[in-house]
């Protein structure tokens, strides 16, 4: 599901193709209506070989699919065929197009589900065997095709996976009810509810796949066991959904795990109907289960979990298409060579993360001890690679090698990006950029990680702002998904290219943002933070505050997070960002209370809460005067009477509020990049869809009209509807 999905609208209806019958196979294709070859068809030594031909990735449209049921149909008919091989063309089958998810009624939703299950128990039931020849990877409906067929055969770097629980809907064409038969039911709930890909090795030991053989003798070993299994007769066929399960032990499993799905996914349906519907099947036999499941995927297609985690899987596929910059026909330059200046926390995580993916870096420091420390610091990050079993320490030496400790700018001509992670103050900055204009190429793109500062005021020393950016990588850089590119307006098209190659080669997803004081993710959350201490002003409790918040989906509420990123770190932010936007700041002096008393979070030990080791405790005896002598300052106002769903409201709507003045004053392309921004570098919860979705579920209309009854009775800009989000509403 990782690769760019067509829009093809494949789950919004498998109406099988009426295209003419063709019973003799030879070597002809089967084609959709358009007269596009989407299943090629060749037919040797008695075995007909169907190769899946839709690029990208064998979407599973309903062409696609109508042209697989003809394809078999008529490879059962022509007499000369003995078995068949099902394959695809460069991949197996990256599963259904998701595009169409939610574009669908109920009625059209259930019709093409129990079309397509009725094929693949046709197949599965069928006459002659088919065996599945399985390259790249099989994914959701992929996956659940492949197992529809009597054997299946793979290569060493084949993934297999039912991801659908990331879509908020389950595996809709029998997978919750083969798979459980395939391989261990424990493994079965395992790949479901984590959605877990399994590599071909893992497959086989488990019994997804029947062998695993070379790439280049993938389709001769598959014919030789379609042959095989048509001399051994149908009796010795392995037809998933008759195989038999030990009822009572896997049913301990199943119930075990909808235990902890009740306790972990308390706000989100689709866990629970995908256990119960693998119950039903162990239960009741396969046929009911498959009714159990046909009914619980089209009951959650019109969720709102699956409505915003669909959106959010798409919001993730079209950050890289920036209108003006990608569709010029530009190329990436690879970026083969970097330098990163600053070793601490951050510049280690972003020199680790490009060693990772194969870029030579320069680490540069203003002295050996800081030097020593930050390679000290990438080390640690690479060998919690090492301790975590996803790499050897023989592979970690080798990437080691790539990093180039340094404290000076000798051999920088080479270098095609440096990224500047030095201390947060602006003459430092504008120093650093204009001593790289002169040990650079022309052509190298220069680069600050700032999480605040302007960039062109960063730059504005230099005569190179063409190739100047913000790349804002989050904590930990070698961990964090999201990378912030933050362009000017005199950015050149190819470095925003070349930048989002850069993204692409670390495995990151990229939004490129303008150019503002805290950009996109650091300029949103900021009233979030805001409406946190409001609140805590007038008597609502800190810890009753996270937990709200916490219970919604966020990883951890504002005072715990603030105690993690420093209480230090968020008042410099804050006051930053508060500064740039002096109309709407909510100023209290919480945290700056805070910081007068030490407590600066989990770096002191002490912080909103006390520390035992890494377990945060509240401390509210401790918190009590601080908290008095903000609500002091903030003019003691009446003690609040509200309820938790409100407290969500009050720090959740802001953020909205505020991604909807980013999006007026065009700093994204599309609402749903904001999105981006929160899920992947805020935690926001994916199954609200991204702060954007989340109002757009809850209705423009109720979140504007809190916003301003809460601006009415508070009187505070904080709270004040922007323009935007009112027009979003129809109220103006």
């Not at 010795?236 to 799905?261: C, P, T």
């Amino acid at each position: 599901m990782d690769a760019q999905l067509r829009r093809t609208n494949a789950i919004a209806g498998h109406i099988i193709n009426s295209a003419e019958k063709n019973s003799s196979l030879s070597t002809e294709s089967v084609a959709a209506s358009t007269g596009k070859e989407l299943v090629q068809v060749a037919v040797r030594n008695g075995v007909a070989v169907l190769t899946l031909n839709s690029p990208p990735v064998n979407a599973l449209s309903a062409p696609l699919l109508a042209a697989i049921q003809k394809a078999y149909e008529a490879a059962v008919s022509d007499s000369n065929v003995k078995a068949i091989v099902l394959t695809g063309a460069k991949t197996f089958s990256g599963g259904a197009d998701v595009t169409g998810f939610t574009s669908v009624n109920d009625k059209q939703m259930n019709e093409s589900v129990q079309r397509v299950n009725d094929f693949f128990v046709k197949m599965e039931n069928g006459p002659k065997p088919v065996v599945a020849a399985i390259d790249g990877f099989a994914l959701g409906g992929g996956l659940e095709l492949a197992m529809s067929t009597h054997a299946r055969l793979c290569t060493p770097t084949t993934s297999l996976s039912l991801p659908e629980l990331n879509l908020g809907i389950i595996p809709g064409y029998g997978g919750t009810q083969r798979l459980p038969r395939l391989v261990p039911v424990s493994k079965a709930v395992e790949m479901i509810l984590k959605s877990a890909p399994v590599k071909a090795k893992e497959a086989e030991e488990i019994g997804l796949v029947d062998g695993v053989v070379p790439k280049n003798d993938l389709l001769q070993a598959a014919e030789a066991k379609a042959l095989e299994l048509a001399k051994a007769g149908s009796s010795h066929w392995k037809k998933s959904l008759s195989i038999e399960v030990d009822k009572e032990s896997s049913l301990q499993v199943l119930d075990f795990a909808l235990k902890q799905v009740a306790k972990v996914a308390k706000n989100v349906p689709h866990p629970k109907v995908a256990l119960e519907a693998i119950r039903e099947g162990l239960v009741n036999g396969p046929v009911k289960g498959l009714e159990k499941e046909r009914n619980g995927i089209v009951g959650l297609m019109s969720s709102p979990t699956t409505r915003a985690l669909v959106s959010f899987f798409l919001a993730t596929k079209s950050t890289n298409k920036v209108p003006g910059v990608t569709d010029k026909g530009l190329k990436p330059n690879d970026v083969k060579v970097a330098a990163v200046i600053g070793g601490g926390t951050m510049g280690s995580g972003i020199a680790t993360a490009l060693i990772l993916s194969g870029v030579t870096t320069y680490l540069k420091e203003i002295n050996q001890k800081f030097l020593d420390a930050g390679v000290e610091r990438v080390k640690g990050n690479v060998m919690g690679r090492v301790k975590k079993g996803k790499m050897t320490e023989e592979q970690m030496a080798k990437v080691m090698t790539l990093l180039k400790p340094t404290l000076s700018y000798d051999g920088w001509k080479e270098v095609n990006i440096v990224i500047e992670a030095a201390l947060e103050d602006i003459p430092l900055k504008q120093k650093i950029f204009a001593e790289l204009e002169g040990v650079t190429s022309s052509n190298c793109i220069l680069a600050s990680n700032t999480s605040t500062i302007n960039i062109e005021q960063i730059g504005e020393k230099t005569k190179s702002a063409d190739r100047i950016v913000g790349l804002h990588f989050f904590s930990p850089a070698h961990v964090m998904p999201l990378l912030e590119i933050i362009r000017t307006p005199k950015s050149s098209a190819q470095v925003l290219v070349d930048t989002l190659g850069l993204a692409a080669k670390l495995r990151k997803t990229p939004v490129v943002v303008g150019n503002c004081v805290g950009f996109t993710a650091n300029r949103i959350f900021a009233p979030y933070s805001q409406a946190a201490a409001f609140l805590v002003d007038r008597g609502v409790d800190v810890y009753r505050i996270d937990k709200a918040i916490e219970s919604f989906g966020m990883p951890m509420g504002p005072f715990k997070m603030s105690d993690l990123s420093g209480v230090d770190i968020g008042v410099y932010v804050g006051n930053i960002i508060g500064g740039a936007y002096p109309d709407r700041v909510y100023k209290s002096t919480l945290t700056q209370n805070m910081v007068k008393g030490g407590r600066l979070g989990q770096k002191t030990k002490a912080g909103f809460y006390k520390y035992e080791g890494r377990k945060a405790v509240p401390d509210q005896a401790a918190l009590d005067p601080i908290l008095a002598e903000s609500r002091k300052a903030a003019g003691n106002p009446p003690a609040l009477d509200i309820s938790d769903e409100e407290i969500v409201q009050m720090l959740m709507y802001p953020i909205a509020n505020e991604g909807s003045r980013v999006l007026e004053e065009g700093h994204v392309n599309q609402s749903s990049d904001i999105d981006v921004c929160g899920v992947m570098g805020y935690g926001y919860p994916a199954y609200r869809g991204g702060p954007m979705k989340f109002a757009e579920l809850e209705g423009y209309n109720k979140v504007a009209g809190k916003l301003n009854e809460w601006h009415q009775k508070f009187k505070h800009p904080l709270f004040k509807p922007s323009n935007h989000l009112l027009k979003l509403a129809g109220k103006k």
